[in-house]
T-cell receptor
Framework: DVKVTQSSRYLVKRTGEKVFLECVQD?????MFWYRQDPGLGLRLIYF???????EKGDIPEGYSVSREKKERFSLILESASTNQTSMYLC????????????FGNGTRLTVT | RKEVEQDPGPFNVPEGATVAFNCTYS??????FFWYRQDCRKEPKLLMS???SGNEDGRFTAQLNRASQYISLLIRDSKLSDSATYLC??????????????FGSGTQLTVLP
């Protein structure tokens, strides 16, 4: 079974703090993704990566950056957290081929106060 | 047309009922499709993949109509445990970008005793 592990289930941070969300997968997947999910807006893609050291912007990258130094780890960074970044953050991974399904971590619920 | 559009729901059905959800998509190049299930405050989990005209797994049947660009999910003999939000998922674009998936906004199902 694919395991995608997110480092924190719940996180509370203050406005202006730098926040790191970590994600690790154990299936040697090439692709990794960060989404956020908000009521009424569904899942929105923030950033993704198809390979180590590679990153691409998704639909809503503003205010975020990512790091992929190792194949199994994909980190999401909030450079200066703001209250509108309060959300559920979901990491996912998939095989490198097209049309592969995503496997999600159990999410990090981030609150920025 | 939106990239992925689902029945808004919510659907409230009695135990044992048959219920069907529809989903339309705009990208005619999409080769495969997915239904995910998401329980309240949990991550989405893959329910079914659809690569050809359809797929059946126990009480669940997914059908694909490429000409009309819609996918459906049929649940027979509904159980209380089927209560969840069902997400229709479609790859974006053609080769390469098909690694990115677009999620519908979800259809909420509640099965009543």
């Amino acid at each position: 079974d694919v395991k995608v592990t997110q480092s924190s289930r719940y996180l509370v941070k203050r406005t202006g703090e730098k926040v790191f969300l970590e994600c690790v997968q154990d299936m040697d997947h090439e692709n990794m993704f960060w989404y956020r999910q908000d009521p009424g807006l569904g899942l929105r893609l923030i950033y993704f990566s198809y390979d180590v050291k590679m990153k691409e912007k998704g639909d809503i990258p503003e205010g975020y950056s990512v790091s992929r130094e190792k194949k199994e780890r994909f980190s999401l960074i909030l450079e200066s957290a703001s209250t509108n970044q309060t959300s559920m953050y979901l990491c996912a991974s998939s095989f490198g081929s097209d049309n592969s399904p995503l496997h999600f971590g159990n999410g990090t619920r981030l609150t920025v106060t | 047309r939106k990239e992925v559009e689902q029945d808004p729901g919510p659907f409230n059905v009695p135990e044992g009922a048959t219920v069907a959800f529809n989903c339309t998509y705009s990208n005619s190049a999409s080769q495969s499709f997915f239904w995910y299930r998401q329980d309240c405050r949990k991550e989405p989990k893959l329910l079914m993949s659809v690569y050809s005209s359809g797929n059946e797994d126990g009480r669940f049947t997914a059908q694909l109509n490429r000409a009309s660009q819609y996918i459906s999910l049929l649940i027979r003999d509904s159980k209380l445990s089927d209560s969840a939000t069902y997400l229709c998922v479609v790859p974006r674009g053609s080769s390469g970008s098909a690694r990115q998936l677009t999620f519908g906004s979800g259809t909420q199902l509640t099965v009543l005793p």
